[in-house]
T-cell receptor, first 117, second 114 residues
């Protein structure tokens, strides 16, 4: 199993450009998440998808959109990039169902380092 | 605002010594998790402790939870150079239901010198 994969690994954008960060998992997890990590801070949740077909906002959703394309894939889109979106972006997933405990750890991807000039 | 605050922010020890990191949080939790992040890499889940548990072990890791003080500690015994990384606590609050939303602390950077 590849686990959680993210593309690209690195990206440089100019202010106002758009791009989509891709995330895929092959563990049959139904919940997927997008976080950003800034220097000196922990990860902050941008958006999440508790199950295929649903998406919800996290702590810092402004300036982002997401698409849960299918069970495996969850993409994050920046429509008009701003320097404040310079960050490292992590995708994560975990398995949930109505009977499972909330007590399950997440699997994280390797991250995408995004710089907006 | 961040749910978790970690202490210390940075820790440097010699190989073989024990490392202790602390985490405090603000609101009632369902569980608390610890993650490790090696430089330039994604996070790796280490251990999860539920709100009705007080202590949990996994290999050289020992986690305690004191819900009355809203705090947790992570102890790494007999540290190795390979333990050098940043360690994050993260909480799942009761209000988040089964969404799995994690709220992360700022992390403790551990350096283990050979």
């Amino acid at each position: 199993n590849a686990g959680v994969t993210q593309t690209p690994k690195f990206q440089v954008l100019k202010t106002g450009q758009s791009m989509t960060l891709q995330c895929a998992q092959d563990m049959n997890h139904n919940s997927m998440y997008w976080y950003r990590q800034d220097p000196g801070m922990g990860l902050r949740l941008i958006y999440y998808s508790a199950s295929e077909g649903t998406t919800d906002k996290g702590e810092v959703p402004n300036g982002y959109n997401v698409s849960r394309l299918n069970k495996r894939e969850f993409s994050l889109r920046l429509e008009s990039a701003a320097p404040s979106q310079t960050s490292v972006y992590f995708c994560a997933s975990r398995y949930t169902n109505r009977y499972s405990s909330v007590g399950q750890g997440k699997f994280f991807g390797p991250g995408t380092r995004l710089t907006v000039l | 605002s961040q749910q978790g605050e970690e202490d210390p922010q940075a820790l440097s020890i010699q190989e073989g010594e024990n490392a202790t990191m602390n985490c405090s949080y603000k609101t009632s939790i369902n569980n608390l998790q610890w993650y490790r992040q090696n430089s330039g890499r994604g996070l790796v889940h280490l251990i999860l402790i539920r709100s009705n548990e007080r202590e949990k072990h996994s290999g050289r890791l020992r986690v305690t939870l004191d819900t009355s003080k809203k705090s947790s500690s992570l102890l790494i015994t007999a540290s190795r150079a390979a333990d050098t990384a940043s360690y994050f606590c993260a909480t799942v609050t009761i209000s988040s239901g089964n969404t799995g939303k994690l709220i992360f602390g700022q992390g403790t950077t551990l350096q283990v010198k050979p």
